[in-house]
Nanobody, 118 residues
């Protein structure tokens, strides 16, 4: 499994960024995918998840501001982030989810830094 993120950077509060993730090395269209993030001294948290059916879920703090999407033909996922807040600053990780009947295994990319200035 290879996951390569891009699109992070520095943005002012209220601004937007679009993260992209190129996936390879696995059968992309049968894997749920997600974006996790980790801020300094905090635990890694799930930000958004998209199922193979395109059903999406979001952590409460980003609902209405972030949108996750996937393109199975290009084997890419995206995270459109609008109305960014300083508390959104973190390293964002593209994640492939290997789903079994009673557990899941996550594969992470190297991450991309998002910095939000107030």
């Amino acid at each position: 499994v290879q996951l390569v993120e891009s699109g992070g950077g520095l943005v002012q509060s209220g601004g937007s960024l679009r993260l992209s993730c190129a996936a390879s090395g696995f059968t992309f269209n049968i894997y749920p995918m997600a974006w996790y993030r980790q801020a300094p001294a905090k635990e890694r948290e799930l930000v958004a998840r998209i199922e193979t059916t395109d059903m999406t879920t979001y952590v409460e703090s980003v609902k209405g501001r972030f949108t996750i999407s996937r393109d199975n033909t290009k084997e890419m996922i995206y995270l459109q982030m609008d109305s960014l807040k300083p508390e959104d600053a973190a390293i964002y990780y593209c994640t492939a989810i290997e789903h079994y009947s009673d557990y899941e295994r996550n594969y992470y990319g190297q991450g991309t830094q998002v910095t939000v200035s107030s």
